[in-house]
Structure formats: structure tokens, C-alpha cells
């Protein structure tokens, strides 16, 4: 074979065994790895980057799967490192492995397969959907490992994989076994967790570490932008929908305008133009379509070429001198990558640090040209920034529900109150006058007991 494997790719395949989790970080060649293991575990090839003496093809000829994401399926990376193999998704070619390379959408398809082996790239086993319960048929029948970057943040996360191989029964005997629910939520809430040695033990099992040294470094900065205080407050205190003019309804629908106030504020792409002054080519994160919209723009202001990738488009990275690639976080967080460029920006905040590491991988690889890579993620001092802020750095997953669950409640029905009203009124003519009300604004709690009251009486 024409390529050295690194000395953490050799432990790994040493290492990997059947119904593992290979853990690496985005970037260390765990596609690679994985399919060393296949060629010389599996296929009972030999390779001189393991050991062997000369490089010779397989001996068994198993049939090989890779469920992945569907842009990594689209852009033919997993068939372009099987090459590197001899390995082609052509049973006539090459040494006459059969591959088939698929998206987790379709995994339903292969729930019949058996005596493969199954490569599971990055890790979506999570729940007991429909992906899970294809997982766990497709697991008995055949040999499988899972790659993932980031494999769990809870025991609950870990379950499909303890289940399919063997030390657990059924999801129930888990939660049953080492699940302690909260007594005091309305709905099924898990407090903590029990008997974790056992699951330590079993985690340790399955897990195979690719510790990696890189040669890149990472440089985040956190780039302020302004917002419209004014707007943001008449969302975040006084419930008001300012784009709909109407109370607002819900909580999920507060977080939601108060998100489109902060995101859609001009200053973030005043923000980016200075940015793409120092990095004339560059990756920009966004979650929502308006805010695709603005960005948009960028191409005619800097007579430059945009391609997207989202749920409508998918369109490769520009080839010119300057470019901006625009990714949507959930399209595209994951299972591509770009080593002509060294910076990224983060126009809006995902609620998972999860997904951020995912994206900022797509620049950190072991092939990139660059040593120093630029994050700029663009935050504001509005109070849902940095709520998202703070869960994100902390390795959370930002809640809604948690953070508003002292709140009063919202208005029924189609959320008209004449608290509401009242106190957008007050504020709105507070803020027009430059005058503050003689009584201060009363509590959400007090506002709320009084509308009971009232109504009782």
C-alpha cells in the first residue's frame, strides 16, 4: 500500500475488536483505522504499515457496510479512502470486496444482512427509534464497530451499545438496573444514575482511545456584536412579539424571536466584512434561513463566490482565491472537510457543544497545511447569548425548559393577557419618555398570583 499509518492509528487497530467504539477526536483518521481493522482482522489481508512483511490482498472476502452521514455518502469520501485499500463499492474491481457505503436515513435497508461486517460512522444510536432498533438486528447478525468523536455525554447515551453487545437484555432492564427517576417533574426525568462501576467497566470494554497529538492549534475568539436592546427587551420582559405584534405565546416561541432579534442584528455582518478582510476565505456556521439571507449578500458585496450546504443545496467548496461556504448546523456539522482554509465563524449558537466540536473539525485535520486555525464565534450581551454561551463552554446542551422553569406561566389560549398588555404598555411609554414608572414593575410571580386571584374572584 502507498500510505504509512500514524503510530495511534496502529494501537488503535491493534486494539479494536468486535462491537467496539473507536473514540477519536474530529480529524485523527479513525475512517482509516477502521478500515485497516476490516482489511487485516476481517478480510485476513497483511499490511507492512502493521507489521507484516509484504502487503497481500484478502483471504475472506466479507461483505463491507459503512452507514454514514449523507454528505460523506455524497461526496464519496468513505469510497475514496477504500481505494487507498484496493477496496471498491464494484465487486469486479480491485480485490473484490464487496462495499456499500449508505446514510443512517437508510439503514432500514441492510436489517436483513448477514455474516457483513458493519462500520458505523459517527455515532447516531441514540434513544429507541427506528435507527436504534435497526441497529440492534443488524448487530446480531454481523460484526460491527462504531467511530465516533464525541460517543456520549450520559449512561443513557451508552445504552444501545451496552444492549447489542449483550450486557443488558432490553432498554427496560437498563433503566430498570442503574436509572433513578425524579420524583418531583411533571414528566419522566432521570435524577441519577446507580451502580456506575458496573458501567464503568462496561464503558472501558468497549471503548478504544485514539489519543493524537496535533500539529494544529486552536484559536477561538468571542467576537461582540451589538443588538437592538430596545427590541430584545420588549421580547424578553414584556413577552411581546415584535414581529408579529402580539403577545407571545409559549416559551419555546420566546426563545425563538428573542434568538431572530439577536442573530438578524446588521452588526454580525459588519462583524464578518472585517473578519473576511484578514481570512479571504472562510466557513460560516448559521442555524436559521433569515439569517442565510443576509448572509447571502456577502457574495455580491465582495463580488465573490458563496456555496451553501443545507437541506436545499449541496454545493462543494469553492476552488477560487476568495470565497464563503455557507453551512447550516445540522446539515453539515459533521462527516465532510476543507483544508483550504484556516478560519471558521460561528454567525449564530448551536444549543450543543456537541455540534460546535463536530463543525469545528471540518478545519482540524491531520492533512491541513495550517498550524494556527481561527474560530470566531459572534456573541452578543443579550441574556440568551450568553445563557447559550455559558452551557456550550461548559459542555452542555442548552435547555429551554430548565432555564424557564421558575418563570410565571404564559397566557393561555392565543396569549392575550392584560398583564401583557399592561406591561408592554408601561415599558413602551417608559422608554419614549425617558421616564421611569413610579411603581416598579412587579414580579412575574406577584403579576401571576394577581391574575388568579382576579379570575377567581
Given at each position: 500500500m502507498s500510505f504509512q499509518l500514524k503510530p495511534h492509528q496502529v494501537k488503535a487497530v491493534k486494539e479494536i475488536h468486535n462491537g467496539c467504539v473507536v473514540k477519536g477526536g474530529v480529524g485523527t483518521g479513525k475512517s482509516v483505522t477502521a478500515l485497516a481493522y476490516y482489511y487485516t482482522a476481517i478480510a485476513a489481508g497483511q499490511l507492512t504499515t502493521l507489521g507484516a512483511e509484504s502487503d497481500t490482498l484478502p483471504v475472506d472476502h466479507v461483505p463491507l457496510y459503512i452507514v454514514t452521514t449523507s454528505k460523506k455518502r455524497d461526496d464519496r469520501e468513505w469510497e475514496a479512502e477504500a481505494a487507498r485499500f484496493g477496496i471498491s463499492s464494484s465487486s469486479s474491481d480491485g480485490n473484490g470486496v464487496p462495499l456499500v457505503v449508505d446514510s443512517w436515513n437508510n439503514i432500514q435497508k441492510y436489517v436483513d444482512v448477514e455474516n457483513a461486517f458493519f462500520i458505523f460512522d459517527e455515532q447516531r444510536l441514540v434513544g429507541s427509534g427506528a435507527w436504534v432498533k435497526a441497529f440492534f438486528k443488524i448487530a446480531k447478525a454481523n460484526r460491527w464497530i462504531v467511530l465516533s468523536a464525541t460517543p456520549g455525554d450520559t449512561w443513557l447515551d451508552y445504552a444501545p451499545i451496552f444492549i447489542a453487545n449483550g450486557y443488558f437484555k432490553n432498554r427496560s432492564q437498563f433503566l430498570r438496573e442503574h436509572v433513578v427517576y425524579s420524583n418531583f417533574s411533571k414528566f419522566p426525568r432521570i435524577d441519577r444514575y446507580i451502580e456506575t462501576d458496573r458501567l464503568e467497566a462496561y464503558r472501558r470494554r468497549v471503548l478504544v482511545e485514539m489519543p493524537f497529538e496535533r500539529h494544529t492549534v486552536r484559536r477561538p475568539s468571542?467576537?461582540?456584536?451589538?443588538?437592538?436592546?430596545?427590541?430584545?427587551?420588549?421580547?424578553?420582559?414584556?413577552?411581546?412579539?415584535?414581529?408579529?405584534?402580539?403577545?407571545?405565546?409559549?416559551?419555546?416561541?420566546?426563545?425563538?424571536?428573542?434568538?431572530?432579534?439577536?442573530?438578524?442584528?446588521?452588526?454580525?455582518?459588519?462583524?464578518?466584512?472585517?473578519?473576511?478582510?484578514?481570512?479571504?476565505?472562510?466557513?460560516?456556521?448559521?442555524?436559521?434561513?433569515?439569517?442565510?439571507?443576509?448572509?447571502?449578500?456577502?457574495?455580491?458585496?465582495?463580488?465573490?463566490?458563496?456555496?451553501?450546504?443545507?437541506?436545499?443545496?449541496?454545493?462543494?467548496?469553492?476552488?477560487?482565491?476568495?470565497?464563503?461556504?455557507?453551512?447550516?448546523?445540522?446539515?453539515?456539522?459533521?462527516?465532510?472537510?476543507?483544508?483550504?482554509?484556516?478560519?471558521?465563524?460561528?454567525?449564530?449558537?448551536?444549543?450543543?457543544?456537541?455540534?460546535?466540536?463536530?463543525?469545528?473539525?471540518?478545519?482540524?485535520?491531520?492533512?491541513?497545511?495550517?498550524?494556527?486555525?481561527?474560530?470566531?464565534?459572534?456573541?452578543?450581551?443579550?441574556?440568551?447569548?450568553?445563557l447559550i454561551s455559558k452551557a456550550v463552554k461548559l459542555k452542555k446542551v442548552f435547555n429551554e425548559k430548565a432555564v424557564s422553569k421558575n418563570w410565571a406561566p404564559f397566557p393561555d389560549g392565543e396569549g392575550d393577557s392584560p398583564i401583557v398588555h399592561e406591561r408592554a404598555e408601561l415599558r413602551r411609554e417608559a422608554r419614549a419618555t425617558g421616564v421611569r414608572p413610579v411603581a416598579p414593575f412587579p414580579n412575574q410571580r406577584a403579576e401571576a398570583e394577581r391574575q388568579r386571584l382576579a379570575e377567581a374572584a
Open positions: 468571542d467576537i461582540v456584536v451589538s443588538h437592538d436592546e430596545v427590541l430584545f427587551e420588549q421580547v424578553w420582559s414584556d413577552r411581546w412579539h415584535v414581529y408579529e405584534d402580539r403577545p407571545i405565546r409559549d416559551v419555546a416561541e420566546m426563545f425563538a424571536v428573542a434568538r431572530r432579534v439577536v442573530n438578524s442584528d446588521p452588526a454580525r455582518l459588519n462583524g464578518v466584512m472585517r473578519l473576511m478582510e484578514k481570512h479571504p476565505r472562510l466557513i460560516i456556521f448559521y442555524n436559521f434561513n433569515y439569517e442565510l439571507d443576509m448572509l447571502r449578500t456577502l457574495g455580491t458585496t465582495f463580488n465573490i463566490p458563496v456555496a451553501e450546504w443545507n437541506g436545499h443545496k449541496h454545493e462543494p467548496v469553492p476552488t477560487t482565491e476568495k470565497w464563503v461556504y455557507l453551512v447550516q448546523y445540522t446539515a453539515g456539522a459533521e462527516g465532510w472537510n476543507c483544508i483550504t482554509t484556516d478560519a471558521m465563524v460561528f454567525w449564530s449558537q448551536t444549543y450543543s457543544w456537541k455540534v460546535k466540536e463536530q463543525a469545528k473539525g471540518r478545519i482540524d485535520r491531520m492533512n491541513t497545511p495550517f498550524v494556527d486555525l481561527y474560530y470566531y464565534s459572534l456573541i452578543s450581551t443579550a441574556k440568551i447569548d450568553q
